[in-house]
């Protein structure tokens, strides 16, 4: 079976820096994309980061771009959010997910997802 862990989620101050990791199990990372995305109380779940197999190519939603940076380590089968400059706005529940195509953007595309790990920032 296919599982994804997320850890590295906290509270933090505004300003400061976290890094999520996502750990895969029972599939290879190694030849598919990865996302991030994220969800707030009361509000849809949203796109946050995307990479491709190899972690060439990324994606970043305007709301996170020059502040959140995503990579992987296929060997480790792990990807990771490196989130700096945390704002208020950030605090949301984030999931790491697995798509069958080689790079994609698109929510409804990702077949896998893990739990999640929360993320906290206050002002």
């Known amino acids: 079976q296919v599982q994804l862990v997320e850890s590295g989620g906290g509270s933090v101050q505004a300003g400061d820096s976290l890094t999520l990791s996502c750990e895969a199990s029972g599939l290879l990372l190694n030849g598919i994309g990865m996302g991030w995305f994220r969800q707030a109380p009361g509000k849809e779940r949203e796109f946050v980061a995307a990479d491709t197999w190899n972690g060439g190519t990324l994606a970043y939603a305007d709301s996170v771009k020059g502040r959140f940076t995503m990579s992987r380590d296929n060997a480790k089968n792990t990807v990771y959010l490196q989130m700096t400059s945390l704002k208020p706005e950030d605090t949301a529940l984030y999931y790491c997910?697995?798509?069958?195509?080689?790079?994609?953007?698109?929510?409804?595309?990702?077949?896998?997802w893990g739990q999640g790990t929360q993320v906290t920032v206050s002002s």
């Open positions: 997910a697995a798509t069958s195509a080689l790079f994609t953007t698109a929510e409804a595309l990702y077949a896998y």
